[in-house]
Structures are given as structure tokens and as C-alpha cells.
């Protein structure tokens, strides 16, 4: 049976709290909100975080509302809440799309839009049991130095499997991360995400990903495509978005 390792479990009360207990405990310390992902990780050793840190109860990472023409969309909702949303499902399709195209309904409802965002990347040589991997000497992307992919390649080659990632970049859309200041960025979600297995994120590791801004849809309409192994649930092979600006009844401009 796979057990989790020890940990020291915190409850904060705000966001502002939440990020100063990660700058506190550094590397040692995780976010959780559902759990669908690191709780697994954990259990096989993948992830080893002295500290977990609970940031599903925030009420400031569960709101949906209008900012200056654009929507803002906090992290903290469950996958099923930005399916089921009544302003996502009209306005920004291909979001609700790969929303409710993730895992199961189960998981759906315990699993966050902020964790599928920062969901940790994926390879067959990595996601396997502890005894597993030291079977093979572990690889790059933990405790080993070689990437058995490709083993002369100087960096992990681990995937994204990410669903709504390929959403908010077609859409443009924008991450907003707080810091252990309290202060606030948004990185543009094309900018966000980096080609490494490793350092597949480009925020600081105190950053907490707030929420999604998403751009008004003048005219835009989505759409999002999932290839994967099995018809019923399954992380993607390919996950495709598309973004369409219609003139005249016909495209004048997609991404």
C-alpha cells in the first residue's frame, strides 16, 4: 500500500497568509487545494514537501467577476464550478470545454482550476512507484541525472498534460500570481508556461497563482479538442484550443 510521508499540515486563514507560510518554508513547502495530483505524487515519492499548505477554503480564490472589461477567474474553483459557470459556458467555451474534459466527475469536483494550470509535468519513466524508479536509477526529473527519453538530452523531457493551459494561451489570457509581499503580477499565459520538465513555470516558487484574467470575447468564440487513450478519462496525448474572430460570417482571425 502507498502511504504519505509525514508532513507538517497548515490551515491559513488568507491569501496573504498562505504565500508568507510558502516563503517561510521554501522549496520544503507545497500549495493543495483538491489534492488530485500531489497527494498521488506524494504517495510515490515524486513530491516530498515537509510542509502542505491547505488554500482550498480561501474565499478570494472562488470568485468570478468583471475587471475592466475582462473576466477574472479565480483559482481556487473546482473544475466542475468553471464548467457548470453560466459566463464561462457562453462567453469563453473552450475553458468549460477542457474543464469538463478533465479525469472523472469525482475528481473534477475535488480538482481546481489554479492546480490544472500548475499541473506537475508527466512522463512514463516518472510517474511510477518509488521501487520503480530506483529500478532504473531514478531519472532527471527526481532524484537521478539522466533523462531517459532521450539520455543525451540536457534537460528533462517531461510533458505538460494540462487541459486548460492550451485554452488560456490561445486566448490570451493572463495569470495573476501573489508574492510573499503581498504583491500581485500577471503574466501573459503564452509567457507562463516554459519548455522544461523541470522548471516548467516561470514564477517564483513563493507565487501563488490567483486567478485567470480573460480577455472580453468582442466577437471571439472557442472551442477545445482532447485526444487521449481512453474515450472515458485520461490525462491528453494532445489537447488542442482554438480562438476565432468571425466577420461577415467568416473567420477573420484565429489563434
Not at 491569501?15 to 510515490?44: C, F, I, Q
Not at 490561445?170 to 499565459?189: D, N
Not at 520538465?197 to 516561470?202: A, L, Q, R, S, V
Amino acid at each position: 500500500m502507498l502511504r504519505l510521508p509525514n508532513f507538517h499540515y497548515h490551515v491559513p486563514a488568507t491569501v496573504a497568509e498562505a504565500v508568507a507560510l510558502k516563503a517561510e518554508h521554501g522549496p520544503r513547502a507545497s500549495y493543495v487545494a483538491g489534492g488530485t495530483d500531489l497527494w498521488p505524487n506524494m504517495k510515490r515519492r515524486q513530491q516530498e514537501p515537509h510542509h502542505v499548505i491547505q488554500i482550498s477554503h480561501l474565499e478570494e480564490l472562488h470568485d468570478v467577476r468583471e475587471e475592466a472589461g475582462r473576466v477574472r477567474v479565480g483559482a481556487g474553483l473546482t473544475l466542475t464550478a468553471v464548467h457548470e459557470h453560466e459566463r464561462i459556458a457562453r462567453d469563453y467555451p473552450a475553458l468549460a470545454e477542457a474543464a469538463e474534459s478533465v479525469a472523472t466527475p469525482l475528481l473534477r469536483n475535488m480538482g481546481t482550476l489554479g492546480g490544472n494550470l500548475c499541473l506537475d509535468t508527466r512522463c512514463n519513466y516518472y510517474d511510477q512507484s518509488y521501487e520503480w524508479r530506483k529500478g532504473i536509477n531514478f531519472c532527471m526529473k527526481k532524484d537521478g541525472d539522466i533523462c531517459w527519453v532521450a539520455k543525451s538530452s540536457p534537460k528533462c523531457l517531461a510533458v505538460s498534460s494540462t487541459d486548460t493551459a492550451p485554452v488560456a494561451v490561445a486566448l490570451g489570457a493572463e495569470i495573476e500570481v501573489m508574492s510573499a509581499k503581498g504583491e500581485t503580477r500577471r503574466i501573459p499565459a503564452g509567457d507562463f508556461f516554459r519548455n522544461d520538465g523541470i522548471d516548467y513555470m516561470k514564477k517564483e516558487h513563493d507565487e501563488l497563482v490567483t486567478s485567470l484574467h480573460l480577455p472580453a470575447p468582442n466577437g471571439w468564440r472557442s472551442s477545445y479538442v482532447k485526444l487521449r487513450r481512453r474515450g472515458s478519462f485520461d490525462f491528453p496525448v494532445l489537447g488542442v484550443a482554438v480562438y476565432v474572430k468571425f466577420a461577415d460570417s467568416k473567420g477573420a482571425n484565429a489563434k
